[in-house]
């Protein structure tokens, strides 16, 4: 047979079904990750002055090292934090390690933008109170009069407050670590825990089984921080996330004459004059970060290999005698009290007037109406790239969206601009809704694609295996047996990706002004003012709203791994 008469019987053993499952989830990388990704390789190779920024100098040193060390101590108070809430979900039981694993994160999902300015009004009115016991005398029986040494100074980008942005991270990602290290600790070889006990190193044993997913909650909170500059920026702090926000806004580093903590300029970033030249000094201003970044990712996948190595959807149950210790979840209540309620009821209580329902739909409704909007659009391609990747996997897809999500939303979006600022591209893309619906999908379209690559493991490959014995295509396969015991989760991972799409600070700044509006750019401009009603009403606004979609996850989420507990249980 000739080479000519081969190629038709070649076509006709394609796997349309199987091309047309992936198609989706394929297009949705494309776009939203991998041009970003291509356009930052293109910035670093094809432009000779930004390979010359790239050397670290002393001042991208100190900036470097400043950031990493705020952010690397948020990263081990949180763990540090995180550690009693990981016992009580890895060895609790009853309602209240039930309400954790909803509670943590839900919280987790709350504006880090409000949450810091609700942590910046506490340290506002607890400062008054703070001198007054600094300033009192005390008298007391053989010690006589004293002064307690109380001098703390929240003036701006001092000691004090850099604290509070540290505590504020930390406070606001402790729940990542409690995750990764109750979900590691649920997996762990009860047999080894209980010889442990016997021993009496039970704790020794046990952290020693931790080192792993500890490590990684360090590195993956030191990224997550790293990439949030709405805390720093109020107060003038400066970090590379603020310095790449300066130098894409307005050409050059923060000084004297160019502070960060100045007021924003709408649309600043998205001026085409010199956006070329200030878009690649914004990347080899990041540079160095991003190695850091990439460094920390693999040391975070190193050490998570324990909460994603078990294959099996059920974990089986531990023996009374390894239950959580009361002291866990009594601090883990104290430390829900002090990272949730403690910062919500400081806005609340900084209100000077009391907040107006009506007052508030009208000032803020069309900004609102605009987040959700966009938000909703992000999770429906969210949740068919979640489907389409369920239906059939493709290689990269996860390393893509990994990747666009760990250059950070600055970036993701510069990229963006950059690939859109085009003549006949602003009708539909640029000045519309498009480009920030891209830039949030390849900003957390990475879960959903997660949610997808789970139905790839090996109980689901069995049962694949099983639907196909009678000749089914890929896509029947997808159709009649994935999707309906996947389809709770996979569209939890898209819900997911539209409650974080509402939160998102970096990328939505730097692509302001929207069309529609969200409220973010809006709060951003009231967010350095010491005390705004109008600031302070948006935060308990966009707390309220983002609840809404956190929740519905969680409970998705939850069924869907019920189903398919069930599901794989009973194959046939």
Not at 312 to 341: K, Q
Request: net charge positive.
């Amino acid at each position: 047979m000739t080479p000519m008469q081969e190629r038709p019987s070649r076509l006709r053993r394609i796997d349309w079904s199987s091309v047309a499952a992936a198609a989706p989830a394929v297009a949705v990388m494309c776009v939203c990750s991998a041009l970003p990704l291509a356009w930052m390789a293109g910035a670093l190779l094809l432009h000779p002055e930004v390979r010359r920024e790239l050397a670290l100098n002393s001042f991208r040193a100190t900036l470097l090292g400043r950031t990493l060390g705020y952010n690397g101590a948020a990263a081990v108070l949180a763990t540090m934090m995180g550690l009693p809430a990981a016992v009580v979900l890895g060895r609790g039981r009853g309602p209240v390690a039930r309400a954790l694993w909803v509670l943590l994160p839900a919280a987790l999902l709350l504006p880090s933008l409000a949450y810091g300015y609700g942590w910046k009004q506490l340290a506002r009115m607890g400062l008054p109170a703070l001198q007054w016991l600094g300033e009192t005398q005390f008298h007391l029986p053989l010690l006589g009069a004293f002064h307690l040494p109380i001098q703390i100074d929240f003036r701006p980008n001092g000691p004090a407050d850099v604290f509070r942005c540290i505590w504020s991270l930390a406070a606001w990602l402790w729940a990542v670590p409690a995750g990764l290290i109750g979900l590691s600790l649920r997996r762990m070889d009860t047999g080894v825990q209980q010889q442990a006990l016997l021993d009496g190193a039970l704790w020794r044993v046990t952290l020693r089984q931790l080192a792993g997913p500890i490590i990684a909650s360090l590195a993956v909170v030191t990224v997550l921080a790293s990439q949030e500059f709405a805390v720093y920026e109020p107060t003038g702090i400066s970090v590379v996330a603020t310095e790449v926000r300066m130098v894409f806004d307005t050409g050059s580093i923060s000084s004297a004459d160019n502070s960060i903590a100045g007021p924003m300029v709408s649309g600043q970033g998205l001026q085409s004059s010199g956006q070329a030249a200030r878009a690649a000094a914004a990347v080899a201003t990041a540079a160095p970060m991003l190695l850091v970044t990439i460094a920390l990712a693999v040391l975070a996948a190193w050490g998570a290999r324990q909460v994603s190595a078990a294959e099996s959807l059920e974990v089986g149950r531990w023996p009374r005698i390894l239950d959580a210790p009361r002291w866990a979840s009594i601090t883990t209540l104290l430390l829900l009290i002090l990272n949730v309620a403690v910062p919500v009821a400081s806005l609340m209580a900084s209100l000077r007037v009391a907040p107006d329902p009506i007052k508030m739909a009208q000032e803020f409704g069309p900004q609102i109406s605009g987040a959700i909007f966009v938000a909703v659009i992000a999770a429906l391609v969210a949740t068919l790239a979640a489907f389409s990747s369920a239906g059939r996997w493709t290689r990269g897809l996860l390393t893509l969206t990994g990747a666009s999500f760990l250059i950070g939303g600055q970036l993701l979006a510069i990229a963006l601009i950059r690939l859109f600022n085009r003549p006949g591209l602003s009708f539909w893309a640029y000045d519309t809704a498009v480009l920030t619906i891209i830039a949030y999908v390849g900003r957390f379209g990475w879960i959903a694609f997660s949610t997808g690559r789970g139905t790839w493991s090996q109980p689901w490959r069995e049962l694949r295996e099983m639907a196909a014995v009678d000749g089914a295509g890929t896509l029947r396969v997808a159709v009649s047996v994935v999707w309906p015991l996947a389809w709770p989760t996979l569209l939890a991972g898209g819900v997911l990706v539209g409650a974080l799409s509402l939160t998102e600070v970096p990328a939505t700044v730097l692509l302001m002004p929207q069309n529609p509006q969200v409220l973010t750019p809006t709060m951003m401009t009231w967010v350095h003012a010491q005390r705004s009603d109008p600031m302070i009403e948006a935060s308990l606004v966009m707390m309220a709203v983002v609840l809404v979609p956190a929740l519905a996850a969680i409970a998705l989420t939850a069924i869907g791994l019920r189903l398919t507990r069930r599901g794989l249980q009973r194959p046939g």
